[in-house]
């Protein structure tokens, strides 16, 4: 049994954590995922689910106390954005670190200076090395699905790490979808219980959490959480897949939209994918073979699986919505390079910068870009830099000094 | 809250002996210096604590010595996380706690949650997620182990450093005299916060079990509790590792610390000094406030008494043994405020000998030459001295700054030395 509801992303968020039943949630207010907590912290004042609520004084007290929660062996779940991840940023190496299974929704949103409260994923971006898993959402129906999902991926006793759930601020976060949720007997079903394997709070085996370590140790240590992230690809697949087999709707590691026989295509992650799909469409009807590949795991990066969707393309533009000033390219662009560089014929990439601060991506936009990766198939002349940002007041240029893909 | 008041007044720490039969539950083996209180306090407050205890560590000293992967020293369940979030860090411990006792996951039982925290990670850098966990009022001990500096990086001043005391950001120089500010006042910070039980105490023969009384008394209020344990730093303060117990009562005789302890809200003595010491005893008895001594910097040695004594006026006031005076702030330095160059110019003299040589600790003397080291500022033949770069250190800053092995002539007169300041 299913429910039809119409929510923002928001409140999927708010849905999905009611059903989880966290033990724990600590979070600090920040626009634009505020409303998650707010609509969590009612739930919690209604009696309709059980969590300690800590509204703790700052987000960097808000990791630290899912930190010591999370070790105390409960389920933890939090939520922040933009200033808030930015400020948690040297808690989140310590719950990778210390290997607790904590989920935090992000509602993406740009970084000061200047200020600007709006979706992009330079926040996200920020914290991509800190060992956390990274899935990015598509829609409102996606945060929910994929927050069930990250519970499972992050307590799978062969990852144990902890998961970002990210999804595009106000773009996702704010708008009002239809979505499906389930019974909460079968959500919690499916999310199953948590069993810490070495709690804190278990007080006939002491354990030492977060001891000084030095480099006798150290590099083990790092080396089996890179260990764990690799068991990451297969858990999220097999998660995915499980959730598809009970609720019919499956996930992977990326989306592929008309790639069988595309010729050239889009890379990107988040909302604007429903605007790209479109264009796509469109593209389609006029006779170009246009794809999309919309990857749902930025970290780990699927690029074997990437690569292989990608390899028999002609041209390939990946659409950045975060820029990593003095790098070559977007994040993104330059994790696909990484990726694609072992093949021995690759398609021609580029990278575009887009949506910086909330600025919308418009179908003619998109357009311009599938127009340009047509003109790369046939083998044209580039005229253009290999990275730009798109929609710009300004000409194009450069953006690096680096050559032609 | 009355009734609350008088149960927690009535709790009284065991004996000593009866303490010491007790389960150490933190072994020996730790890299704690010799002399260090801090291990001392940690052994009492555990020994005094009567639930199961669990321990949150902030990044200091104790962090780092007792856990170094992979051993261990706690027999207790431990954690850290990092430097300045410890507070927020128990309140998520103190909640799953709750929240798994509710779903059944764990028995019901009380736990003593306990955190450890320098001066640093409490009056400084955590003092916001002290706060906002005081606020929320988590049921937790905060014991905060008070050496005055950060002396986990190499002794820097922190805001419960004392006026005057050198630390290696606030060297005592030619022209500055270590620190230009009094400390905050951390102890009265908390006690604003209105949570059930604050105490200021320390390690002292007299009164013997201050401290364990007090532990017991945090644990069992009804919320946070706080205790600001004066810790002892040989290292930091430069005094003989078997001084600990006399400094940490010298430093309550003359009352810059004195024992007092603020029960909902009502704030008590929970010692007198028969007879009020001059500051000056505790400041001679440590190399830090060394340079204090030297005619031109004596008035800050007068200025601290007069800090002391407003502060000592004022608890008497609060705890009802005296009348509230107006309280006259001592002036206090502008920002960026440099006191007059002090005259003559000191580097060296201080260690002069008789002929007036400045005189090495390795017995070298130069009649006319002033070595100085650039950290401490203390004589340092060029024989002994470490010169990165063309600079003077002297060996024994070379070897807390750099880990530079100290040449041998100077093992032997290090004693000396230390005695010496
Ligand atoms: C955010 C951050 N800044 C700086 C440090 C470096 N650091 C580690 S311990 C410490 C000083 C500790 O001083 P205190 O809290 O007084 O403890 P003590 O070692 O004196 O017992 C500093 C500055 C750190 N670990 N984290
Ligand atoms: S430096 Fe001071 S506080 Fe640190 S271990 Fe040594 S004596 Fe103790
Ligand atoms: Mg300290």
Redesign the interface.
């Known amino acids: 049994m299913t429910r039809v509801v119409a929510l923002t992303g928001n409140q999927a968020a708010a849905e999905a954590m009611r059903q989880i039943r966290p033990e724990v949630c600590a979070a600090y207010p920040i626009t634009p995922s505020t409303q998650v907590m707010e609509t969590f912290a009612q739930f919690v004042a209604d009696g309709r689910v059980d969590t300690e609520l800590i509204p703790v004084e700052s987000e960097h007290s808000a990791m630290s106390a899912c930190v010591g929660a999370a070790a105390a062996g409960a389920r933890v779940m939090t939520a922040t954005s933009s200033q808030g991840l930015a400020l948690m940023h040297e808690v989140l190496y310590v719950a990778s670190g210390l290997r607790l299974p904590v989920v935090m929704a992000v509602a993406t949103r740009a970084l000061s200076a200047p200020i600007n409260i709006h979706g992009d994923h330079s926040d996200a971006m920020g914290s991509r090395d800190a060992g956390w898993i990274q899935l990015y959402a598509e829609d409102a129906q996606e945060v929910y699905d994929t927050l069930l999902q990250a519970v499972r991926i992050a307590e799978h006793p062969q990852v144990l790490l902890p998961v970002m759930v990210c999804f595009d601020g106000f773009t996702t976060s704010h708008t009002i979808e239809r979505l499906v949720i389930l019974e909460d007997a079968e959500a919690r079903a499916f999310v199953g219980e948590y069993q810490p394997a070495h709690p804190l709070l278990d007080l006939k085996r002491p354990v030492t959490y977060g001891p000084l370590v030095l480099p006798d140790y150290y590099t083990e240590i790092k080396r089996q959480q890179r260990e764990a992230m690799d068991h990451a690809p297969g858990v999220i697949r097999e998660v995915g897949k499980a959730f598809g087999e009970r609720f019919g709707r499956f996930y992977g590691l990326l989306e592929a939209f008309h790639l069988q026989d595309a010729e050239v295509a889009l890379l990107l992650m988040g909302s604007a994918a429903g605007t790209v799909k479109g264009v796509v469409e469109g593209l389609r009807q006029e006779g170009i073979k246009a794809g999309v590949l919309r990857l749902r795991a930025f970290r780990p990066i699927p690029a074997r699986e990437v690569a292989a969707a990608l390899a028999p393309l002609k041209a390939v533009a990946v659409l950045d919505r975060a820029d990593s000033v003095g790098s070559p390219g977007g994040p993104l662009f330059t994790d696909l390079r990484a990726a694609l560089g072992e093949l021995p014929v690759r398609p021609r990439m580029v990278d575009y910068v887009y949506g910086l601060g909330g600025r919308d991506l418009l179908p003619e936009d998109v357009r311009r870009v599938y127009s340009r990766l047509v003109r790369l198939a046939a083998g044209e002349g580039e005229d253009e830099a290999v990275c730009q940002y798109l929609t710009v007041r300004e000409a194009p240029r450069p953006l690096s000094p680096v050559g032609g893909a | 809250m009355a009734a609350q008041k008088a149960t927690i007044a009535a709790i009284r720490s065991p004996s000593v002996k009866e303490l010491s039969l007790h389960p150490d539950l933190l072994s020996g083996g730790h890299r704690l210096c010799a002399g260090c209180a801090e291990s001392i306090i940690v052994r009492q407050v555990l020994l005094a604590a009567q639930a199961?205890v669990?321990v949150?560590n902030a990044t200091s000293c104790l962090?780092?010595a007792t856990?170094?992967?992979?051993y261990?020293a706690?027999?207790?369940?431990?954690?850290?996380?990092?430097f300045?979030?410890a507070?927020?860090?128990?309140?998520?411990?103190?909640?799953?706690?709750?929240?798994?006792q509710?779903?059944g996951?764990?028995p019901e039982e009380r736990?003593a949650f306990i955190v450890f925290a320098g001066d640093g990670g409490t009056y400084d850098i955590g003092l916001?997620?002290l706060?906002?966990?005081l606020?929320?009022g988590h049921r937790f001990l905060y014991v905060c182990l008070n050496n005055e500096a950060y002396m986990n990086t190499g002794i820097q001043r922190s805001s419960a450093t004392p006026l005057g005391a050198h630390t290696t950001t606030t060297p005592a120089g030619e022209v500055i005299p270590g620190k230009l500010q009094w400390r905050k006042d951390l102890t009265g910070i908390i006690a604003a916060h209105r949570i059930p039980y604050v105490a200021q105490t320390a390690l002292t023969p007299q009164p013997l079990t201050d401290l364990t009384t007090k532990v017991r008394r945090a644990l069992e209020a009804d919320g946070p509790s706080f205790l600001n344990v004066y810790s002892p730093c040989n290292r930091g303060w430069r005094f003989e590792p078997a001084d600990t117990i006399r400094i940490s009562q010298l430093a309550v005789e003359t009352c810059y610390w004195p024992l007092f302890e603020v029960v909902e809200g009502e704030w008590r003595l929970t010692y007198t000094p028969r007879e009020k010491k001059p500051v000056a005893q505790w400041l001679e008895a440590q190399g830090r406030f060394r340079h204090l001594l030297k005619p031109e910097h004596r008035h800050v040695m007068d200025e601290i008494q007069v800090w002391v004594d407003r502060e000592w006026e004022s608890l008497l006031a609060r705890t009802g043994r005296a009348a509230a005076k107006r309280d006259e702030a001592p002036p206090r330095p502008a920002p960026g405020h440099r006191p007059e160059r002090a005259e003559p110019p000191q580097t060296a003299r201080a260690a002069q000998g008789e002929g007036g040589a400045a005189r090495c600790p390795c017995g070298a003397s130069s009649p006319g030459v002033q070595w100085g080291c650039l950290f401490c500022g203390r004589v340092c033949c060029p024989r002994c001295a470490y010169s990165p770069e063309g600079l003077t250190v002297c060996a024994r800053c070379a070897r807390d700054l750099f880990g530079i092995a100290e040449p041998p002539a100077l093992a032997s007169a290090e004693r000396r030395w230390i005695s010496r300041e």
């Open positions: 199961p669990v949150i962090e780092v856990t170094i992967y992979p261990t706690w027999r207790v369940p431990w954690l850290h996380s990092l300045e979030n507070a927020a860090t128990v309140s998520g411990v103190e909640a799953a706690w709750r929240a798994l509710r779903r996951k764990i736990i916001q997620s706060s906002g966990a606020e929320r």
